[in-house]
């Protein structure tokens, strides 16, 4: 191990998440045990315990008791909508989704700063809704730099029935690992109000996501609107 002032398990958490971004475990995929990790990064198993308890915290490992650690995928049944806190009053549950379309464009100033690209260097946008209870609840735009996104479609998207972030995962290798967002109160538009059914003017609220992959990249912006008469925001605070 290369000298530093880290500590050792903050060292081989970098490591591991080097790993990570290099492609060396895909999401989904089993780390070697704490013994083969320990000697890998001449370390002490408790050592790499706590780096892996620091990383599973960070939600890029999933810790299972008598399987071993697996890297975090979206693909997993109980993480579709990880980033989506929007939560039914009711019983109801789930989303279903009808996109409204797919293109590349060149990114605007604000996209390319917020993404860390060249001004007008190409985007993909995508804009779709998502229902609830046979009704719009949520409006969203989403922007990717087309370099890390390539042959995204219509038809691609279409074609996948899952969380949009598996299908960047299995075909992509992007792997969002975190997001920030901002919330503030919106009237709705002409536009909004007639996708989501609302009234022009209705309030609305709006949920700007930057989602990052390994390394802290900005790979995703996300504008969304979300009709919250009959749901509500949760965010758990810890």
Not at 179 to 186: F, I, T, Y
Request: charged share 30%.
């Amino acid at each position: 191990m290369p000298k530093s002032p880290a500590p050792l398990y903050e060292q081989i958490r970098q490591l591991i998440v080097a790993a990570l971004a290099a492609g060396e475990w895909r999401p989904g995929d089993a780390l070697p045990s704490e013994a083969a990790l320990a000697a890998r990064f001449g370390a002490s198993p408790g050592t790499v315990r706590r780096a892996l308890d620091e990383l599973a915290a960070e939600h890029l490992v999933d810790r299972r008791q008598g399987s071993g650690t697996f890297v975090s995928t979206h693909a997993a049944p109980r993480e579709p909508f990880r980033f989506l806190r929007l939560v039914a009053d009711d019983e109801a549950r789930g989303f279903s989704r009808e996109l409204l379309g797919c293109r590349r464009v060149r990114a605007t100033a604000e996209v390319a700063r917020t993404l860390g690209l060249r001004t007008a260097e190409p985007v993909i946008e995508v804009r779709r809704l998502l229902h609830r209870r046979d009704r719009p609840v949520v409006l969203d735009e989403l922007w990717l730099p087309e370099r890390q996104f390539e042959g995204l479609t219509t038809e691609v998207l279409e074609a996948h029935a899952g969380a949009l972030y598996a299908l960047f995962e299995a075909r992509f290798g992007v792997h969002m690992v975190r997001a920030e967002e901002k919330l503030r109160a919106v009237a709705a538009t002409p536009e909004a109000a007639r996708l989501l059914g609302v009234e022009e003017g209705e309030p609305l609220l709006s949920v700007e996501r930057l989602a990052f992959t390994y390394g802290d990249r900005p790979v995703e912006l996300r504008r969304g609107l979300y009709h919250t008469a009959s749901d509500h925001y949760r965010n758990d605070l810890n």
